[in-house]
Structure formats: structure tokens, C-alpha cells
């Protein structure tokens, strides 16, 4: 590391494969719909992973705009909390827009619970079809911006199910530091 402002926010960054249900962080973020409903995919292994507590504060936070970020408990799983990431409505597919907003809004409620320790999945990338390179550059730069500004977010951790996923991310992650890393 060159010690820049950039990549020094990067180092607050890592990636893993595996299962996000099984990370013991402040908050998991739950790649979600509008209504909230714990479908198929993450939602669905948050669902049976962590009970049926999680479902009910859903119901009781849900509808949530498209865009936005609910917080509930985690029920049985080692996190705290549970961030939906309201990246698509029901049926539908995620924008790259809808993506950003949903990021941006897990991470300031991360922020108002002052948590310090989160992990997100490739959000929108699933049922709701958004291209994997592009959810991480998306990604990446709502969370480095983020990062930027100041949070109690010590570590933002990116849990990427499958290796396919996984090398994605990493290209992506690996393009971003050099770009930072560069002078200019």
C-alpha cells in the first residue's frame, strides 16, 4: 500500500467466499425486495438460517421503497443484525441505480446503529439478474465513497457464494486499488 487516502480505505475492505449466514459481524446485508419477503437465494438461507423472527420484523418494516434498507434482528444467526437491501421489487430485475441506492442506504443504517463490522453479498446478482462485474464496481465505489465520509465501519467485508463470484469481485477489487494506487 502507497498509504494514499484511497487505498488506505481499501484495507478496510476484504473479500471471502462462503456463506454469509455464518459470518459473526454486526450486520448482515440481505440482498431484498421491496416487500421484504425472504425468498429464494440469500433471503431464503437467512430465512432458514435464522428463523422465522426475521420474516416477521420484515412484515412489520415492509413495504419499503425501491432503493432503501430495512434493519431487523438476526434471529439464530452469529450477526446482530439483518440490512435488507431493497435492490428490486417482487418479480423484478435490478437496476444499476436501484443497486447504488440500496448499497448507499445499508450503510448509513450500519452507520445510525453505529456498527463497525458488516457483510454484503453480490446484491441483485441472483433471481433479480444484475451482471456480477458490474454489481462490484458498483458496489465497491458506494462503499470506498462511503468509507470516504467518515462511519464507525471498521470492516466492510464482501461474502461471495461460489468461486465464479468470488474471482469476479476480486478482478474487480484488485482494478479499483490500481486505479487508486496510480498518481493523478
Do not use: W
Request: charged letters at 25%; glycine letters at 10%; a negative charge.
Amino acid at each position: 500500500m502507497s498509504g494514499t487516502p484511497g487505498t488506505d480505505l481499501l484495507a478496510r475492505i476484504e473479500l471471502r467466499q462462503g456463506d454469509i449466514t455464518e459470518m459473526d459481524v454486526d450486520a448482515i446485508v440481505n440482498a431484498a425486495n421491496t416487500q421484504l419477503v425472504l425468498g429464494a437465494g440469500v433471503a431464503g438461507a437467512i430465512r432458514r438460517k435464522g428463523g422465522p423472527s426475521i420474516q416477521r420484523e420484515c412484515d412489520a418494516h415492509g413495504p419499503v421503497p425501491l432503493g432503501q434498507a430495512a434493519i431487523t434482528g438476526a434471529g439464530e444467526l452469529p450477526a446482530r443484525y439483518c440490512i435488507h437491501a431493497a435492490s428490486m421489487s417482487l418479480g423484478a430485475r435490478t437496476t444499476a441505480e436501484s443497486l447504488q441506492d440500496s448499497v448507499r442506504n445499508s450503510l448509513l443504517r450500519a452507520k445510525e446503529k453505529g456498527l463497525r463490522c458488516i457483510a454484503f453479498p453480490a446484491i441483485g446478482t441472483g433471481v433479480a439478474g444484475f451482471p456480477m462485474d458490474e454489481c462490484a464496481r458498483i458496489m465497491f465505489e458506494v462503499v470506498a465513497e462511503h468509507l470516504a465520509e467518515g462511519t464507525p465501519l471498521e470492516k466492510v467485508y464482501f461474502v461471495l457464494y461460489g468461486e465464479e463470484a468470488y474471482r469476479t469481485f476480486q478482478r474487480e477489487f484488485d482494478s479499483l486499488s490500481k486505479q487508486r494506487q496510480e498518481p493523478g
